[in-house]
């Protein structure tokens, strides 16, 4: 919709800003770029259909496995004049390396850039730029892994001043009730038997009994009394966990004293008896909280990598062996140690703050023996330089050193608070570090095509690291990309929405959303115009997009997150993700002439504890797009975290052909990503998929055993699949349509080159390595992208036979050969 007021405001050769809800609007602009600018009116809505005859192809996630075997499989479909005929292309994750890279480089030069076949004498100079960049990550050896541990510690140094201040308070609260000599005496309470009081936990006790008499009395009133209205019931509900509340806030504040205590090596509520479980008087909590800290954190750090198998582990329903139930369990517990790590850290250093902040009483003359006196300075327990600060202990009596020093506490606290109107939560994750590393690889063009000065703060340092005939191209914004060029890209991402009542109805935690040369925005959302969203949103370019639908580590990960892990993966900055300003505040932003660089396109820390306790999403609220209300910002992470194929937005526009290339790490055969693919789309679209691709699965399997008896057995294929789509009627319309879904798996079947098959035996999990892999050998790279360079050439060729099955066999293979005429089918 256009504001007349902003075109008027507006300069002549400026558009005005653009926001769509209604998903048939965005196609409309989609399809008249694609198909012809004049083509349709601005005024119409148009309704996906087959009958528009859109083929698209999707390169799937999975890192720069998923890059080299997709770059291998567009070699081949530009070799036999295949690629061109495609109207969109749809990436995820690893897959949007490579498509980005072809998007950039087409949108400058006009050419696919990566040569015919790797059968061509030599190779072009962007072929050879991906081979020198394999190892993205580390381009720079040990250069790029001194920076890349700076601006990590610079990460986790943001997430310790976020975080101090709620640490500081409860230790100054704790601090300003108690000293030693009221930890040694018991509770004064005359009415409290002596007996519990020196249990050190009446008060838990008591409200214990008190709850459980009540709970009694209530089972019984309930078994007489008829069935009261709802609305009490939710009542007494709600006043049941008030008095559990209270209980725990008693248990609390009593186990901290405990606590406290053994820390100080007091005696136990005025007994003679005092007690050193983990440490004697003048120590840290639990001996040493230093220690405790180095120790774990590292051990935290070294299982996140891991985090994905482990969970898959853990989360297996059954177990065929001792083995199998062995490594399910073990899983369970690292996770569960996970999830701990950090609230207990947190936990050790509010108390070791109160330790350090409690006043040491001389209690001889009240209660025998005392362990400590007033002679005893605050260096005997509190480090350097809160003692010096806390030193008028000397001079003044313990009532008023409490106060001080909860003073002090208080004091450093706001001072930290201060800190968060300046704070960006972007700036200091390690998305901006992946980004810029993806971009010095991935994205180039040819010199003296429109060249720009480098911008990023990497090619600022370091340079670009291009050949003779390439230079950078990372500061390219998706909005200048040329259309007509190259297919029409989609860039899917995942929106994280835990914390939205309305868009996590049905419990995956996250949207679809997609930035393409028109539009940013998923229909949760709502959609702005790029040029828009790049104005406003500092440092969005292509090369943004394609690092976030990247970001594969994060707090929320969607469909894939685990909850209680949440806060051990933010604090520990492993966050790869991006906050995104809303699409409507970016809308009315747009509308204002306001710029990027200002402060309401700034993601502060109040974001960094979203991430941490699963809200991220909370203003994805329904019916509220267009209410000119401030939005905040959304979650955006990898597009794997909700469809790791990038089918489903293709779906959405109705494409008659979908060739899609998975090269996602599927060490079972199993094709986790198509099955769940499937059920999304029957249940959001109303599309049903049906395909037949077990076949690649037990051939694929077939040939590992083989290889690994020393026996090679080649075979043409299968290594695709051909299904079929049912879309349900279109708008208006009573029949269902169908289109054709030509599935292109990583697979082996034995007929692969020498050196691949030679690989296959020194790496047995290829091609399905780690994506934890992310430092590609030249080896590794020209193996995935020559299999997926065969696999592709024999099925245009007719050389391998495709899988095929069903009552619309022949019917699928007629469309299919509109594309491909040359594809054969299975018998």
């Known amino acids: 919709m256009k504001d007349p007021e902003v075109t008027a405001r507006s300069e002549p050769t400026e558009p005005a800003p653009v926001f769509e809800t209604d998903i048939q ?48 499989v567009l070699q081949a479909l530009n070799a036999h004049d295949s690629f061109h005929r495609f109207d969109y292309m749809s990436t995820v994750s690893g897959g949007g390396y ?143 966990s008030s008095i559990f509340l209270l209980l725990l806030v008693s248990l609390f504040l009593e186990g901290h004293f405990a606590i406290l205590r053994i820390m100080f090596g007091l005696p136990w509520n005025g007994g003679t008896d005092t007690v050193h479980i983990f440490s004697q008087a003048g120590n840290g909590p ?40 062995l490594s399910k369990w073990t899983s369970r517990i690292v996770l ?17 703050l109160t330790y350090w902040a409690i006043g040491i009483s001389n209690c001889t003359n009240d209660i025998k023996p005392c362990p400590m006196t007033a002679t005893d300075t605050w260096t005997d327990h509190t480090p350097w330089p809160l003692a010096p600060a806390l030193a008028l202990q000397n001079e003044v009596t313990t009532e008023h050193v409490r106060p001080l020093a909860t003073a002090l506490y208080i004091a450093l606290a706001l001072a930290f608070f201060l800190f ?3 704070l960006n939560v972007n700036a200091n994750s390690l998305h901006q570090l992946y980004r810029d590393r993806l971009g010095r690889a991935f994205l180039f063009k040819r010199r003296g095509v429109l060249a720009t000065p480098p911008r990023g703060v990497i090619e600022r340092l370091f340079g670009t690291r291009t050949n003779d005939v390439l230079e950078g191209a990372d500061t390219t914004k998706f909005s200048e990309i040329p259309g007509g060029r190259s297919p029409y890209h989609l860039i899917n991402t995942a929106l994280n929405v835990p914390g939205s ?6 419990g995956r935690n996250a949207d679809f959303f997609l930035f393409s040369r028109l539009f940013v925005g998923s229909e949760a959302t709502g959609y702005v115009d790029t040029r828009s969203a790049e104005k406003i949103t500092d440092g969005l370019n292509i090369g943004t997009a394609m690092a976030i639908s990247g970001a594969a580590a994060a707090p929320n990960m969607g469909v894939a997150s685990l909850r209680p892990l949440s806060p051990t993966i933010a604090f520990l900055n492993l966050r790869l993700g991006r906050w995104l300003c809303h699409p409507a505040d970016i809308y009315r932003l747009a509308k204002q002439k306001v710029r990027g660089q200002t402060w309401s396109g700034r993601p502060g820390p109040k974001y960094l504890m979203h991430e941490a306790f699963f809200k991220s999403g909370t203003t994805v609220a329904e019916g509220s797009l267009t209410d000119g209300k401030r939005k905040g910002f959304v979650f955006l992470t990898d597009g794997g975290h909700i469809e790791n194929l ?173 594309r491909f005429p040359n594809l054969r089918a299975s018998p």
Request: a neutral charge.
């Open 25 to 72: 609007r965005v196609f409309l602009a989609e399809y008249r770029a694609i198909r012809g600018a004049d083509l349709l009116p601005d005024a119409l809505r148009l309704t996906p259909s087959t009958l528009q005859g859109l083929t698209g192809i999707s390169l799937s996630g999975g890192g720069i496995r998923s890059a080299s075997f997709c770059l291998g």
């Open 98 to 240: 490579i498509g980005t890279s072809l998007t950039v480089s087409m949108g400058y030069d006009n050419e696919f850039p990566f040569g015919r076949t790797g059968f061509d004498p030599g190779e072009t100079p962007e072929t050879q730029h991906l081979r020198d960049n394999s190892r993205y990550l580390l381009q720079d050896g040990a250069i790029s892994a001194i920076s890349a541990l700076a601006i990590y510690l610079r990460g986790l140094a943001m997430n310790v001043v976020v975080i101090l201040p709620f640490l500081l308070l409860p230790a100054g609260a704790l601090a300003l009730v108690t000293d030693t000599k009221t930890l040694m005496m018991p509770p004064v309470w005359s009415h409290i038997p002596e007996t519990l009081r020196r249990t050190g936990f009446p008060l838990t006790i008591i409200s214990t009994c008190t709850i459980f008499i009540a709970l009694v009395a209530f089972s019984v009133i309930v078994s007489l009394a008829s069935i009261v209205k709802v609305e009490d019931r939710r009542f007494y509900a709600r006043a049941s």
């Open 286 to 325: 639990l001996g040493n909280i230093a220690a405790v800290i180095a120790f774990f954190t590292p051990i935290a750090l070294a299982i996140m990598p891991f985090l994905r198998s482990i969970s898959e582990k853990a989360l297996k329903a059954a177990s065929k062996s001792i083995a199998e139930a």
């Open 336 to 352: 569960f140690f996970l999830a701990l790590i950090i609230p207990l850290l947190f936990w050790l250093f509010v108390l070791q």
């Open 420 to 422: 968060w109107p300046i």
């Open 501 to 506: 009542k309305f868009a996590n109805r049905r």
């Open 646 to 818: 990038g089918i489903y937005e293709l779906l959405r526009r109705r494409c008659r052909i979908i060739v899609a290339v998975d090269a996602e790490a599927d060490e079972d055969m199993r094709a986790l990503s198509l099955v769940q693919l499937q059920a999304f789309a029957r249940i959001d679209l109303g599309t049903v998929i049906s395909l037949d691709w077990k076949p690649i699965a037990e051939r694929t399997r077939a040939t590992s055993a083989e290889l690994r008896k020393g026996k090679r057995d080649p075979q043409p294929g299968p290594h695709v699949a051909l299904g079929q789509i049912d879309y349900p009627p279109p708008e208006g319309k009573m029949e269902r349509e169908m289109g054709v879904l030509i599935y292109i798996k990583a697979s082996l079947t034995g007929d692969e080159n020498d050196y691949v098959t030679e690989y296959k035996l020194e790496n047995p999990l290829f091609p399905h390595e780690t994506t934890l892999e992310q430092l590609f050998s030249e080896k590794q790279f020209e193996c995935y992208r020559a299999l997926g360079e065969h696999i592709a050439r024999r099925m245009i060729t007719g050389e391998d036979v495709v899988s095929v099955s069903g009552a619309l066999r022949q019917e699928l293979v007629e469309i299919a050969r509109t």
